[in-house]
Every structure is written in structure tokens, then in C-alpha cells.
């Protein structure tokens, strides 16, 4: 390779890991606040030193249920769900990563709307949690066995430890946690912890890490 050639390689390569960074920042990048808080924190298991902020909306009613399912949810999203809810239900995102203008991955420039405004962050506004992965409710032992099509938490969760230790809360709870890491970029597009999820070979990873499918 000639040395324009190396430059030209290193150039390219610069380039894509910027893309590459800048375009999943995880959530702890814009601050600790949205979430923690040093003093007068409030108690929510699976999430230290919680600044309290609350989901604005119930999800009485509409956490996702089947005639398959075996397992109970909460009747409302709780522990690191209920968290994650305070923004994803559309009513505090705004305040603290919403200040930040979103970014085209492709050309690195602002996102704008049709009048030429910047477009802001936003988290997904949900109003149903019905039509999603079923969250806030135990994975044990026995949930496999009644299920007959789920690995026993015990096992190996390819991410280093079991299960349970890598993708349940402390209460041994699926939430929304189990798959996404807001303090790291993940893989993928999704802050997802550890497994990709896409069309393709092993696209299913992150779901066969519990489900026997
Ligand atoms: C969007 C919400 C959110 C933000 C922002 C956030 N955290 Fe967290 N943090 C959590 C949740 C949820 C947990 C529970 C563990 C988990 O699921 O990752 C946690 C757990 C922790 C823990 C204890 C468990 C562990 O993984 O070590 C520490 C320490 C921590 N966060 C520090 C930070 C710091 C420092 C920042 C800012 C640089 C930050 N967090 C930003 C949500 C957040
Ligand atoms: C303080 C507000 C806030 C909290 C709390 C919060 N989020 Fe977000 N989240 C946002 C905003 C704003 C966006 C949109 C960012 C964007 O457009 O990329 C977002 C986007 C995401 C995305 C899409 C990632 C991407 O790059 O587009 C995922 C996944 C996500 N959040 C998961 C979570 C989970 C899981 C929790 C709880 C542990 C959580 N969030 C808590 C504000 C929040
Ligand atoms: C069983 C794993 C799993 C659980 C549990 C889960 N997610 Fe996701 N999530 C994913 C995967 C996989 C994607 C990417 C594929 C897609 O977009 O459908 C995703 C995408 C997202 C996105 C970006 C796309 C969008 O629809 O806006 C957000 C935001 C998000 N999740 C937030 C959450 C929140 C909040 C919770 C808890 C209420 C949650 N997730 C629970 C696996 C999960
Ligand atoms: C951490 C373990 C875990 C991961 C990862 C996971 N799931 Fe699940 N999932 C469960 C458990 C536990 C249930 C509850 C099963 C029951 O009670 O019947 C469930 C329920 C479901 C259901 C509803 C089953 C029913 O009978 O209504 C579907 C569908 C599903 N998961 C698909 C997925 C997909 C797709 C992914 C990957 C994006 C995924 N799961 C990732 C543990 C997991």
C-alpha cells in the first residue's frame, strides 16, 4: 500500500468510527440526573440512588397479556420499567436528553423539519405497553418449568454470568433492562445489552438467550 493509500485508509476509518460513536450515544452520556440522583433519593428496587422522577400515565389495563403467557405482570411497569416510563411515555424526555438536536447518522448534519427547524430528541411516547414484550413480572425456576419453552435463569447468558445476573433486576424481574443498557451504546441501533436483533443468521440471539425456539 502506497502511503497516500494508508492515508486515505486511516481517513475512512476515523470517519466511520465517529458515525459509528456519535450515532448511539447511550442515555448516561447526556448526564446521571435524569435518573440518579447523590442525595434525597427515592427508593425504587433495581435502580440506586433514583431521582424519582415518575411515569405521568397508568398502564392499568394495557401490559401486554396473552392466553399463552404464563407468567403475571405488575399491573403497572415497576422497578427500572417504571424508570424508563418517567420518559418514554412522552412527558419528561424533553427536560434532559431532549435538549439535544438529533443527528442524520448517513451525513453527520441536523435533522430538520419541513420549515428548517432542528428537529429535538424525543423518547417514544407510549400510551401501551399491551402490544410489547411483557415486562415487571418474575422469570424463575418454576416459570420454566410451567412454560415448557424457556431456559431456567440459572443458566449461561453468554454476557459472563447467568441469567439472572445479567438481564433480571434484583427482584429476579424481567424489565426493560433485560435487553437495553442506557449507560452503554449497546450493539445495534437499540442500546441493546450484549445481542444484536435483525433479519439474518443468528438475528434471534438475544431472544434464545431465554427462549427455546
Ligand atoms: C436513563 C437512566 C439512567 C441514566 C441517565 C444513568 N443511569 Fe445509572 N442506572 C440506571 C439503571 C436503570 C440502573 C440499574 C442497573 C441497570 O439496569 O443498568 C443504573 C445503575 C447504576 C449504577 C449501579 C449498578 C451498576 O451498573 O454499576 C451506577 C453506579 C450508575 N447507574 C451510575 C450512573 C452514572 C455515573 C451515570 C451518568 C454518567 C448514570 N448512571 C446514568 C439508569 C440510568
Ligand atoms: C430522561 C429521559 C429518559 C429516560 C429516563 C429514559 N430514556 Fe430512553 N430515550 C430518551 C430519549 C429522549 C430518546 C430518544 C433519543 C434518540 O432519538 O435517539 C431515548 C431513546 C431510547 C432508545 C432508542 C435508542 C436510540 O438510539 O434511538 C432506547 C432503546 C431507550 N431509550 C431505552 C430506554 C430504557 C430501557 C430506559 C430505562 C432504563 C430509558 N430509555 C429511560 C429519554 C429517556
Ligand atoms: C425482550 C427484550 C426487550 C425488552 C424487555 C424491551 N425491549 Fe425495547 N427493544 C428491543 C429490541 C430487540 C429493539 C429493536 C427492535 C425494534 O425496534 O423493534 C427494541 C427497541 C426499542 C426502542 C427503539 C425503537 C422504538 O420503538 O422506539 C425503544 C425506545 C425501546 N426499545 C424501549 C424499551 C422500553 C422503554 C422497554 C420497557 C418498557 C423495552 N424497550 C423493553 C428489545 C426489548
Ligand atoms: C431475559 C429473558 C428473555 C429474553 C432475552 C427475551 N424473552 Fe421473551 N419472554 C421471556 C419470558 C420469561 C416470557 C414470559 C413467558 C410466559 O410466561 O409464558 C417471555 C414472553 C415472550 C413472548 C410472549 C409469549 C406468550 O405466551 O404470550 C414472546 C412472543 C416473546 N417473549 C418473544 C421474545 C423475543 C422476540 C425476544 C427477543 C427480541 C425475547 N422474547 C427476549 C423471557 C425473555
Not at 412527558?91 to 448534519?109: A, P
Not at 441469567?163 to 442506557?182: E, F, N, S, Y
Amino acid at each position: 500500500m502506497t502511503t497516500e493509500m494508508k492515508k486515505m485508509v486511516l481517513v475512512v476509518a476515523a470517519f466511520v468510527c465517529v458515525l459509528v460513536v456519535g450515532a448511539y450515544a447511550a442515555h448516561s452520556d447526556y448526564g446521571c440526573d435524569s435518573c440518579h440522583t447523590p442525595h434525597n433519593a427515592e427508593a425504587l428496587v433495581g435502580v440506586p440512588l433514583w431521582n424519582g422522577s415518575e411515569t405521568m400515565k397508568s398502564f392499568a389495563g394495557k401490559m401486554y397479556t396473552s392466553t399463552s403467557m404464563d407468567a403475571v405482570t405488575a399491573e403497572e411497569p415497576d422497578g427500572a420499567s417504571k424508570l424508563c416510563m418517567s420518559c418514554h411515555d412522552g412527558s419528561n424526555g424533553h427536560t434532559y436528553i431532549g435538549t439535544h438536536t438529533k443527528i442524520d447518522y448517513d451525513t453527520g448534519s441536523p435533522i430538520v423539519d419541513d420549515d428548517g427547524n432542528p428537529v429535538n430528541f424525543a423518547p417514544t411516547a407510549w400510551e401501551d405497553l399491551s402490544n410489547s414484550h411483557p415486562i415487571s413480572f418474575v422469570y424463575d425456576e418454576q416459570l420454566a418449568l410451567d412454560d415448557g419453552g424457556l431456559k431456567n435463569p440459572t443458566e449461561d447468558s453468554g454476557l459472563g454470568g447467568s441469567i439472572a445476573d445479567d438481564m433480571l433486576d434484583p427482584a429476579g424481574k424481567v424489565q426493560c433492562t433485560t435487553c437495553h443498557d442506557v449507560h452503554t451504546s449497546g450493539v445495534g441501533e437499540n442500546l441493546l445489552r450484549g445481542y444484536d436483533y435483525f433479519h439474518g443468521p443468528n438475528g434471534g440471539a438475544l431472544c434464545r438467550v431465554c427462549h427455546e425456539k
